[in-house]
């Protein structure tokens, strides 16, 4: 019988795993009377235990109360392992190893003493696996829990599709089946062993004391560089105590992938990043990959991906970029932060009216006519039937924010806050990709200044670029439209899925880590947040 069974006595050599077999044997080698009422008693513990949650609840009414995790049989032994063992290597995908509390489970399974027991083990095992599932599919975190300005919706499978997937299958390859099967995804593991690994073996070592550092320079601190660079990556083994061109190629190949200036000088800002520990990397790759597990859903043959961090837009064509830009995106503080969410651009508008956002409108124009009728001139100002209003008449003064009746609006022009052309993927937070009159802001290596849209350093190659799918000369197409100063919308013929993203950590087409500075400080709180939820660094040195 299970209930007299005394597994607590059994040699510790044993395992967890095996003394629960013999659990299990004894519970299948009981008399047929006493099995019958062992088995009442596991389908009364499952339905008791299965009822604090309805999808689970749900699940084994539909079956009857039948276990799917603790029978005796083959089928049911390789669900056991296979759960057990991605539960114990789920830290190896950064997710949170404590809320699954597998030491707990197996206690269980060891102390198991009863058909009841195996009852309750049998619901829990099914919660972890839902757990864990979801975790490592859509991501450890709701996104727009932990920061409002990630608008993303994540995609969940449901529940029922889970579990009725996995019995319909091998268990240990659909269990590695939920993950990611992104190139980015297994790059960013790699990484992440890559990064632990260096950290086991001293790290980068000492950081480099100093203000910034020319070529030609000696000392300690070149030193500390060199030997920096090296465990990095970025350098071949050298012996070198000058700054020289082999150092200053090694350290522009470092800005290159710190998104910096590449010009081969140690200045401040690269002094900061090269200093930077492996644990503070190591959170970045941490959140790239729960953020990549946001985005676990067909991106598109061809899409547009915008990197906030980075400041670029590039076209991906079967996973090769095609085509890419600098960006200017919205400039720090809550009401300018560019989103991120994906959507589907469907046109565009070549010489495009502005019209201005209400914010705009009464945040910062508002002010200016109350104190002059003439001010901000290149800007009409509408009724709410579009007839432009007689600024001579109008009393601006005695309207407030709330009570403003009009609208505004830019005509077509070169000097247009859009530039000459905006491509649309409409979502009701107002973000397009446009041109932009100001260009010397590309030049800036960081690029936060909008109000939130995405500004395209090349505009009018990025419209070349989308056009080729459907126009013989795409070129010529759109100067055409361009040159009649009119506006025009040209629809695309298959509208290209938008992706905007915020990434710190991602790796380029070699698989190689590239880092970016956190600029609205998302990152941190997501790891603060991972962080809580049970996500460990694991060997993390300086």
């Not at 973000?431 to 800036?444: C, E, G, N, Q, V």
């Amino acid at each position: 019988m299970l209930s007299t069974m005394r597994i607590c006595t059994a040699p510790k050599t044993m395992t967890r795993s095996v003394l629960f077999a013999l659990a299990l044997s004894a519970l299948f080698a009981a008399p047929a009377q006493q099995a019958g009422a062992q088995v009442t008693a596991f389908k009364q513990a499952v339905a008791e235990t299965g009822s604090r949650d309805e999808g689970i609840a749900k699940f084994y009414r539909a079956h009857n109360f039948e276990g799917v995790w603790t029978g005796n049989d083959e089928v049911h032994t390789a669900r056991r392992a296979a759960l057990l063992d991605a539960l114990r290597h789920a830290g190896d995908h950064g997710l949170p190893v404590a809320r699954y509390n597998i030491d707990a489970l197996e206690r269980q399974m060891r102390d198991a003493r009863s058909a009841r027991d195996l009852g309750i083990i049998e619901v829990e095992m099914t919660r972890m696996f839902l757990q864990y599932a979801r975790d490592i599919q859509s991501g450890a975190l709701i996104p727009g829990d932990v920061i409002d300005a990630i608008k993303r919706e994540v995609e969940y499978t449901d529940r029922a599709e889970l579990i009725t997937g996995f019995l319909s299958s091998q268990p240990a390859a659909y269990l590695r089946g939920l993950a990611p099967r992104t190139v980015e995804y297994a790059a960013l593991i790699k990484q992440k062993m890559l990064l632990q690994e260096r950290a086991r073996n001293g790290g980068w070592g000492p950081t480099v004391n100093a203000s910034s550092l020319k070529p030609g320079a000696t000392g300690p601190a070149v030193l500390a560089m060199r030997n920096r660079l090296m465990a990095m990556g970025y350098l071949e083994r050298s012996n070198a105590k000058t700054y020289d061109t082999a150092m200053a190629a090694a350290v522009q190949a470092f800005q290159t992938a710190h998104g910096l200036e590449p010009d081969g000088v140690a200045g401040s800002g690269t002094i900061k990043e090269m200093n930077e520990s492996i644990d503070n990397r190591l959170k970045s790759v941490l959140v790239a990959m729960e953020r990549e597990r946001w985005l676990h859903r067909e991106r598109g043959t061809r899409h547009i991906l915008v990197n906030i961090t980075d400041f670029t837009a590039k076209i991906i064509d079967e996973g090769r970029i095609t085509f890419e830009t600098r960006s200017v995106v919205g400039a720090l503080g809550s009401d300018r932060e560019t989103p991120e969410f994906s959507d589907e651009m469907d046109h565009m508008v070549i010489n495009p009216s502005w019209y201005v956002p209400r914010s705009i409108v009464v945040g910062e124009y508002l002010p200016a006519l109350r104190a002059n009728p003439n001010a901000v001139r290149h800007l009409e100002i509408t009724d709410s039937r579009g007839r432009v209003v007689n600024r001579s008449s109008a009393n601006f003064a005695r309207y407030s924010a709330s009570s403003f009746p009009y609208s505004m609006r830019q005509p077509p022009s070169p000097s247009n806050a859009l530039g000459l052309v905006k491509y649309m993927f409409p979502n009701k937070y107002n973000i397009y990709l446009h041109d932009t009159p100001a260009k010397s802001l590309f030049s800036r290596e960081v690029r936060a200044y909008s109000h939130g849209c995405i500004r395209l350093r090349d505009p009018f190659d990025f419209g070349y670029a989308l056009l080729a799918k459907q126009e013989a000369d795409p070129k010529a197409y759109f100067q055409s439209q361009l040159r009649t100063g009119r506006e025009a919308r040209v629809n695309l013929d298959q509208p290209v899925p938008v992706h905007i993203i915020y990434r710190t950590a991602f790796t380029d087409a070699k698989g190689n880590l590239n880092f970016r500075r956190d600029i609205y400080g998302r990152d941190a709180r997501i790891w603060d947040a991972l962080q809580k939820a049970g996500v460990e660094l694991d060997l993390i040195q300086g």
